[in-house]
């Protein structure tokens, strides 16, 4: 009751309240089984990071300062704003505006696209300046951590490409086949949030 | 146009951004970088936790989901950001 009031007071998307319905599962559930089942494996190796760190916090500092914050921060607001376009192209669909639905989930790929470029602009530099993997246990797990995210983050494009062909080809667009891109891209957003708290942020 | 700028998704995604840049310069601001910061660390490690939270809920729309759903994915969060801090402070 109180959302359809906050709903209708903030100018929502008819689609909103379209999956308004109190229950209901986005997406294929199994594809939740498998979102829970990677937060679970992520949860662990997050866990197992902070349990190494803080043996050697010295080595851990010190290698985190060579890290490029900015371009770390600036990845996170383009997941953000990704999953922003992502959210609303949902809400789109399922209210029967594939048009709407389309342009936001092509901004949606767009931002998602910019990840593994900045990324790029950020691995180069470092493995130029002798930053590897084999440099130390921080580097180890930042491009272990980072580079499974990284796969994450493209078969998410690769997701995304075929929801934008669904809508684009198809007359009844599957809403099921949107919201579980979504719940898979979301769940990307989730993982580097934090990730981007546990290499570049923390002290 | 306005009905995008005021549709609630964006309101999250306009605070999820602006707690980003908060956070990052908390973590700037932290004094040396290379001297350890509770300060820092719990508050980027809350921060991280309500912006997880907030995607989980209002984006993956988790908010209209089963409860077992609503459960598995807060407990996940609560567990996790409990874990971390409760080794990072363990470990000082």
């Known amino acids: ?203 | 146009m306005t009905s995008l700028i005021r549709n609630p998704l964006t309101i999250v995604w306009a605070l999820l951004t602006t707690v980003t840049i908060a956070s990052s310069l908390i973590a700037l601001d932290g004094g040396a970088a290379h001297q350890i910061n509770t300060t820092v660390t719990t508050a980027v490690l809350l921060i991280a936790g309500v912006k997880a939270q907030l995607v989980i809920w209002h984006f993956m729309e988790v908010r209209r989901a089963p409860v077992w759903l609503k459960a598995t994915t807060s407990g996940w969060v609560v567990g996790l950001f409990a874990l971390l801090l409760g080794f990072y402070f363990a470990g000082l």
Request: proline share 3%; with cysteine.
């Open chain 1, 1 to 203: 009751m109180t959302d359809v009031a906050e709903d209708s007071a903030t100018g929502v998307d008819q689609s909103d309240r379209a999956a308004g319905a109190r229950g209901h599962v986005p997406g294929d559930p199994s594809m939740w089984f498998f979102v829970i089942g990677d937060l679970l494996i992520f949860g662990v190796y997050f866990v197992v990071y902070m349990y190494f760190r803080v043996q050697n916090h010295e080595l851990f500092l010190h290698s985190q300062a060579r890290l490029n914050l900015d371009i770390g921060a600036i990845n996170t607001v383009m997941l953000l704003s990704s999953s922003l376009f992502v959210a609303l192209g949902t809400a789109a669909a399922r209210a029967g505006n594939s048009a709407d639905a389309l342009r936001r989930f092509w901004v949606a790929l767009a931002f998602g696209a910019a990840f593994p470029l900045l990324k790029m602009c950020e691995w180069i530099p470092e493995i130029s300046a002798a930053l590897t993997p084999g440099t130390n246990l921080f580097f180890m797990y930042y491009y272990v951590m980072t580079g499974m995210h990284l796969c994450h983050v493209l078969l998410g494009l690769i997701i995304m490409c075929f929801v934008i062909r669904n809508l684009k080809t198809s007359q009844q667009p599957k809403i099921s086949f949107v919201e579980t891109g979504a719940t898979y891209w979301h769940m990307v957003d989730v993982l580097w949030l934090v990730l981007f708290a546990l290499l570049y942020l923390m002290r």
